[in-house]
């Protein structure tokens, strides 16, 4: 079982930045594809951006070409999310989330991932 911890949400203002950490365990980091998603209130949950295991490979949503970037150190079991020109559409609750390294981290349906994080809060004022 493959627990994750989310941090580094908060609230900044339009065209600020923040760095999501999600730190997993229980597990070996390095065989899952790791991503991230987002809900914001009354919308359904929205992927943002995938690592491939290795860190070679990356993919984004739309929404976020260009102002946010996806990374992952697997000697800390821990991925991260750089969020730059943040906009308050960004506004949402952020989740990190794991699957095996043997599905394509261009499916973005949420249904692909096993293991979900607590998610932790983005909060972006205009």
């Known amino acids: 079982q493959v627990q994750l911890v989310e941090s580094g949400g908060g609230l900044v203002q339009t065209g600020g930045s923040l760095r999501l950490s999600c730190a997993a365990s229980?597990?070996?980091?390095?065989?899952?594809?790791m991503g991230w998603f987002r809900q914001a209130p009354g919308k359904e949950r929205e992927f943002v951006a995938v690592?491939?295991?290795?860190?070679?490979?990356?993919h984004y949503g739309d929404s976020v070409k260009g102002r946010f970037t996806i990374s992952r150190d697997n000697a800390k079991n821990t991925v991260y999310l750089q969020m730059n020109s943040l906009k308050p559409e960004d506004t949402a609750l952020y989740y990190c989330?794991?699957?095996?390294?043997?599905?394509?981290?261009?499916?973005?349906?949420?249904?692909?991932?096993?293991?979900w994080g607590q998610g932790t809060q983005v909060t972006v004022s205009s």
């Open positions: 989330a794991a699957k095996a390294r043997g599905r394509s981290i261009y499916n973005t349906a949420e249904g692909s991932y096993v293991y």
């Open positions: 229980g597990g070996t980091f390095s065989t899952f594809h």
């Open positions: 690592v491939s295991s290795t860190g070679v490979s990356t």
